[in-house]
């Protein structure tokens, strides 16, 4: 995320000198910051996924790891913005917000209770 507001960065702001000049540059460096936010959204599915799959036999229980499944098919689909139009980026957003949203409380909730009266998932 870092680099692509460098690139964006450099739309506006001119570092040693160095401008944005021609549209062929500005093109470039449109496309790859759109480029960059693609594959920090693909990147951002896979981790989600990932997470699902440790969350699975642990202590959240197959609907959270569900839940992380879905989400994570929302964000890959998310990194298509200019296929799916706003609104349905705007529904894949929320739902990966919502993921964290979720999958935050619920960690937030297991450290309430205390490594003593935490509660081992069946094998």
């Known amino acids: 995320m870092a680099f692509v507001a460098i690139v964006h960065g450099r739309l506006v702001y001119p570092v040693y000198g160095i401008r944005v000049r021609t549209a062929d540059i500005a093109a470039f460096l449109v496309a790859l910051y759109y480029g960059g936010l693609h594959a920090i959204s693909l990147l951002l599915a896979s981790a989600i ?3 699902a799959l440790a969350m699975r036999r642990g202590v959240y ?3 959270m790891a569900n839940f992380g499944f879905v989400t994570g098919a929302f964000a890959v689909v998310g990194g298509y913005p200019y296929a ?6 705007l529904v894949c957003e ?3 917000a919502v993921w964290f949203v979720v999958a935050g409380a619920a960690l937030y909730k297991l450290g309430q209770s205390g490594p003593g009266r935490m509660v081992r998932a069946a094998a």
């Open 94 to 96: 929320a739902v990966v």
């Open 49 to 51: 996924v990932l997470l």
């Open 84 to 89: 799916i139009g706003p609104r349905m980026t």
């Open 61 to 63: 229980g197959k609907r």
